[in-house]
């Protein structure tokens, strides 16, 4: 079984400029996260998706990021602008179920310049 | 509300002596209980899981965890280090309401010396 796919691994961009992270989960898993980990701490919940709606949001910057999950498959985290202290890895995950397991994928290193 | 303290950010041991990985919660409800382990530029795999059931669970890799409610406590232990063991650990606490939220401690990393 694939485990969860995030692409791109690396990302550098300066300052104000926009970038976006795609999340493929595992096949059948209907919910989905993202987590920010900065540097030297535990990753930190940003939005849950159920299928196709939002779960949880409560802990996104939403002036400047936004996710979708427009078909309830794959997702996509934008950040619009970036700033210095977005600097981080952004970690997608799924389960099955609200009650199960999660699944991380490698996540994407983010430096902002 | 829920939390999970970490309270080593470094641990050193030389391998084959045992490994101590402390952590401690704090959960408003009945908790799930998990250690992860993150290598270097890899995703975030699961070691172990407690959910009610047996107090004390194994896991990969020969840890094993105790879950012990009088203490808020679920130390991460394994008999003998290995170098393949060196990497950061994380503590988490998902609260059993409707969101599965989990809560990450803020990490341990193990150092394996030969």
């Known amino acids: 079984e694939a485990g969860v796919a995030q692409s791109p691994r690396y990302k550098i961009i300066e300052k104000r400029q926009s970038v976006a992270f795609w999340c493929n989960p595992i096949?059948?898993?209907?919910?989905l996260y993202w987590y920010q980990q900065i540097l030297g701490q535990g990753p930190k919940l940003l939005i849950q998706f159920q299928n196709n709606g939002v779960v949880d949001d409560s802990q996104l910057p939403k002036d400047r990021f936004s996710a979708e999950r427009l078909k309830g498959v794959d997702s996509t985290l934008k950040i619009q602008p970036a700033k210095l202290e977005d600097s981080a890895v952004y970690l997608c995950?799924?389960?099955?179920?609200?009650?199960?397991?999660?699944?991380f994928g490698p996540g994407t290193r983010l430096t902002v310049l | 509300a829920q939390s999970v303290t970490q309270l080593d950010s470094h641990v050193s041991v030389s391998e084959g002596t045992p490994v101590l990985l402390r952590c401690n919660y704090s959960s408003s409800y009945s908790p799930s209980l998990f250690w992860y382990v993150q290598h270097p530029n890899k995703g975030l795999q699961l070691l172990l899981k407690y959910t009610s059931a047996a107090t004390l669970v194994k896991g990969i890799n020969g840890f094993e965890a105790e879950f012990k409610k009088s203490e808020t406590s679920f130390h991460l232990t394994k008999p003998s280090a290995h170098m393949s063991d060196a990497a950061e650990y994380f503590c988490v606490v998902r609260g059993n309401n409707a969101g599965n939220m989990l809560t990450f401690g803020g990490g341990t990393r193990l150092m394996v010396k030969p």
């Open positions: 995950a799924s389960t099955k179920g609200g009650g199960d397991t999660q699944y």
């Open positions: 096949s059948g898993h209907a919910t």
